[in-house]
């Protein structure tokens, strides 16, 4: 049997978003992906990324809107934060093992897919906008128990513990249904308001509905 | 039919199976990187099922309808199955899920 790790190139790979920038995503985005470039089109890497910058831009156009119409600076840099978060967390990463059941398989999960999901799940959260999460333990060993930290922003007028309660128990399901990795906590924190929505209808998880 | 036939045939089968949503290319390795030089060379497509020796190697984005472990389960054992069927020696699979959803 062959170990084709030990032969891998990863000169020919360096650990980042398969050669592109988080900027040359977002340039990309801004062209409507035309001209195709199959260097992003075929990158799981880059389709991660792009997925995140596409959900923060739907999530957050409308609070800096509203900040800026009641003269608040717009956090342009907390954005650009974010970004940088989504580039770090797209990339490959670690490889998480699956457990086999064959002795012919051999599968893993990149730790890039997983912090992807987390990042998804958590923005699917109404009134939470994902600005950083990691994983913390020995994901690249079977069975070892894996702390998962998600730091989040919230909208206005959002009941913070409620949203705070259903994000852990969202990552944690998900977790439980699309990996193998053996989750000790899911510790969520809170680390920025973001303004209110001016359409009612965005934000279904308010104070008056907690 | 020619190795890089069977791997075309591998590929569809992996394609098929219910839950996984896209096939990338496996990093390279000194292998791969010969056989997609060739590839270029006689101007067929690059493969995105590699076989190292006697690994087949296999990058999957999974829908998110099914577990990622359970896609990445049936996607080993199609691309076995199909890979055995046609006289491909192959002792493992690896399939690294590399999206979910």
């Known amino acids: 049997m062959t170990e084709p790790d ?10 980042d978003l398969d050669g592109h920038t988080i900027d040359e995503l977002a ?25 995140a910058i596409v959900r923060l831009r739907q999530s957050s156009l409308g609070a800096l809107e509203a900040a800026a119409a009641a ?37 893993v999960m990149t730790e890039g897919a997983i912090r992807s999901l987390i990042r998804t799940t958590a923005d699917a959260v109404p009134g939470v906008v994902v600005a950083r999460c990691t994983l913390d333990g ?40 699309q990996t193998d990795l053996v989750v000790d906590a899911v510790d969520v924190v809170v680390r920025d308001l973001l303004p209110r929505r001016t359409d009612p209808l965005d934000d279904p998880a308010t104070e008056e509905d907690a | 039919m020619t190795p890089d036939e069977i791997l075309a045939v591998v590929e569809t089968a992996v394609l098929a199976v219910p839950g996984v949503a896209e096939l990338y290319r496996p990093r390279p390795t000194i292998g791969s990187t ?35 472990p359970e896609t990445a389960r049936a996607a080993h054992l199609a691309a076995l199955d199909t890979a055995r069927a046609h006289g491909l020696s192959v002792s493992r699979v690896d399939v690294r899920v590399a999206r979910v959803g």
């Open chain 1, 6 to 15: 030990s032969a891998r190139l990863d000169a020919l790979e360096p650990d």
């Open chain 1, 27 to 51: 340039d990309y985005l801004d062209a409507g992906m035309t001209p195709a470039d199959p260097s992003i089109d075929e990158s799981p890497a880059c389709q991660n990324a792009l997925a």
């Open chain 1, 71 to 107: 003269e608040a600076p717009a956090d342009e840099s907390w954005i650009g934060g974010v970004l940088a978060n989504i580039s770090l967390e797209a990339r490959a990463g670690r490889d998480v093992p699956l457990r086999p059941l064959e002795p012919t398989e051999r599968g």
């Open chain 1, 138 to 177: 020995d994901v690249d060993q079977l069975g070892a128990p894996v702390r998962v930290s998600v730091e989040v922003a919230v909208r206005e007028g959002v009941a913070i513990p409620a949203t705070a309660t259903l994000v852990r128990s969202t990552v944690a399901d998900v977790l439980d249904e």
């Open chain 2, 34 to 68: 010969v056989a997609s030089a060739r590839s270029l060379a006689t101007g067929g497509p690059v493969a995105r099922v590699v076989l190292d020796e006697d690994v087949l190697r296999l990058v999957i984005g999974t829908d998110g309808a099914r577990p990622a």
